[in-house]
């Protein structure tokens, strides 16, 4: 299994070679260090680190934070432990488990019956013997579920909401991690992007932040919160979302995604800014309209530097219903004035 083997909105598998090259147009190489600072499933970063490049990734998403751990540390890893705390899982009998934590929330809603005792009872596991392990196996294990989970999920791809039928039984199935410990050395937050500029610096930053209403927190608060494991009991409506407001991003408000825009590009320190964004400004559904403008995008980049625009046309993972045709992800790339740097 590979970082790129789950469904998430936004990811930038098939645009790895447009956004590596645009980088490699521009003269920078992996004698460069390279900061991805909403970094998502974290494709983009580990794309730049096997490739050699000092890098560093960021995301709000405790989730997210907790693959880049598993995936990206430099701890050993012991496989054959986890190969057998793998194989032992995987074949435990759910219909011998007593329910638990996370068959009550989300069974017969997301997942099975069956097949939610078995997550809860992974997930308790983990938790209940993480003294076996070194940190990066206990982030690792986790990561194995997340990516469990979100195959075998009762959604269109994501947690917004759940498929209204009665989830079958798809079977839990942890598999291994391909894990490449030759990656170029990886620096790991889990912060606010704003906040963190202001104390990182690079030579290259790629910025790839919410475009629209659609909240990040609001597809995956259900993989958040089987990373984060704190059980929480209060939840909103049916889709069983826990009270989360200080994981929702200003990005996806239009009265305040530009300010933070310029905030955060104000305070980046590096020789090169590379933006990833789309032209969804047209879209079908007011939700998926972009709440930072082409117009304003560029001309806070272009306070700072030269700015170019490359685009490519690309149609997104998209499970809702909104019109994507003529869909294009654009790059903006800022070449920082060297006073500014």
């Not at 979100?150 to 291994?176: C, M, Q, W, Y």
């Not at 930072?292 to 997104?316: F, P, Q, W």
Request: net charge neutral; charged share 25%.
């Amino acid at each position: 299994m590979k970082i790129n083997n789950r469904r998430y909105i936004g990811c930038k598998t098939k645009l790895l070679d447009f956004i590596y090259k645009t980088v490699s147009d521009f003269g920078y190489d992996n004698n460069n260090s390279f900061a991805d600072i909403f970094a998502g499933t974290g494709v983009v970063a580990y794309k730049f680190a096997e490739n050699g490049y000092k890098t560093i990734l960021n995301d709000n998403l405790y989730s997210n934070y907790v693959i880049y751990k598993a995936l990206f540390g430099k701890s050993p890893i012991r496989i054959d432990l986890m190969k057998s705390e793998i194989d032992m899982l995987n074949k435990l009998d759910p219909s011998s488990l007593d329910n638990n934590y996370f068959s009550n929330v989300y069974g017969n809603k997301y997942y099975s019956i069956n097949d939610a005792k078995k997550i809860g009872y992974i997930r308790d596991y983990i938790e209940d013997n993480k003294n076996k392990y070194n940190e990066r196996e206990y982030f690792y294990l986790i990561s194995c579920l997340l990516y469990a989970i979100d195959k075998t999920a009762n959604t269109v791809g994501h947690f917004e909401s759940f498929l209204k039928r009665i989830p079958a039984d798809r079977g839990v199935e942890l598999e291994l991690f391909s894990i490449d410990e030759n990656l170029e050395e990886t620096a790991i937050y889990n912060e606010d992007a704003n906040q963190l500029v202001r104390h990182i610096s690079a030579d290259i930053v790629y910025i790839d932040p919410p475009y629209n209403a659609r909240q990040y927190v609001n597809f995956y608060h259900v993989l958040e919160n089987v990373a984060r494991w704190n059980k929480p009991v209060e939840f909103e409506g049916n889709s069983m979302k826990f009270k989360r407001d200080e994981l929702k991003s200003g990005y996806c408000r239009t009265n305040t995604a530009t300010k933070l825009f310029e905030d955060l590009i104000d305070h980046t320190k590096c020789k090169l800014i590379v933006v990833s964004y789309n032209n969804t400004y047209k879209a079908g559904s007011i939700s998926s309209v972009n709440t930072i403008s082409s117009d304003d995008i560029i001309r806070i980049l272009k306070k700072h530097g030269k700015v170019t625009v490359k685009e490519k046309d690309y149609n997104a993972f998209n499970a809702g219903k909104t019109d994507m045709n003529g869909h294009k992800e654009l790059l903006y790339i800022c070449e920082v004035n060297v006073w500014l740097f």
